[in-house]
């Protein structure tokens, strides 16, 4: 399985389907906060909801094309973050991330970002990743350009976003990017 330690109080772990209860938790308290920007929000409404959605990381995870890791900060699951796919043939993904609205200003996002970037380079192989961010997120792009990713473009009308559709702008960051940016 899938841990990653950030620091003394902060890991990533692969969801477990044990899991589906202190997600739902996570999910149902930060649900206003979080429905702005992600239209799967309303779909979940009870822990077999989120044990659905576990079981479909797992299946990504046994197929080897990505997963789905918890943030746990001080023994709490904070928020979710993964990778969508992976391409293989291009030695890429894109990832995405939440977190619940107590856990946010303590750079847990940032720091989990910077571990799954170190990851992919390092564990995976990869040569890039991809994160997008609705353009009217802001919160969501800080991320990205705070680690030094690069602002590629913006896909008009990129998703539906419950009433509306909404732009996404596109950044990546390389690998060679990411071993200058480490030395």
């Not at 779909?43 to 079981?55: L, Q």
């Not at 969501?140 to 009308?157: D, N």
């Amino acid at each position: 399985m899938f841990t990653f330690s950030i620091d003394t109080q902060t890991e990533l772990r692969l969801l477990e389907t044990r899991h589906a209860p202190e997600l739902f938790k996570l999910t149902d308290q930060s649900r206003q906060h979080i429905r702005e920007w992600l239209p799967w929000v309303d779909m979940i409404n009870s822990p077999a909801d989120s044990g659905k959605f576990i079981d479909l990381a797992l299946e990504q995870f046994r197929q080897n094309n990505g997963f789905q890791a918890g943030i746990w900060y001080r023994g709490e699951l904070a928020g979710i973050i993964g990778l969508h796919q992976i391409s293989w043939t291009n030695k890429s993904t894109t990832f995405g991330y939440w977190l619940g609205e107590q856990f946010q200003g303590q750079g847990l996002m940032t720091a989990a970002c910077r571990a799954i970037i170190a990851y992919c380079f390092e564990e995976l192989h990869l040569n890039r990743v991809e994160i997008r961010a609705a353009a009217e997120n802001k919160k969501s792009q800080a991320i990205p350009e705070r680690l030094g990713f690069t602002k590629e473009g913006r896909l008009r009308q990129a998703e539906w976003l419950h009433d509306r559709f909404a732009d996404h702008y596109v950044y990546s960051l390389l690998k060679d990017e990411f071993r200058s940016a480490s030395s």
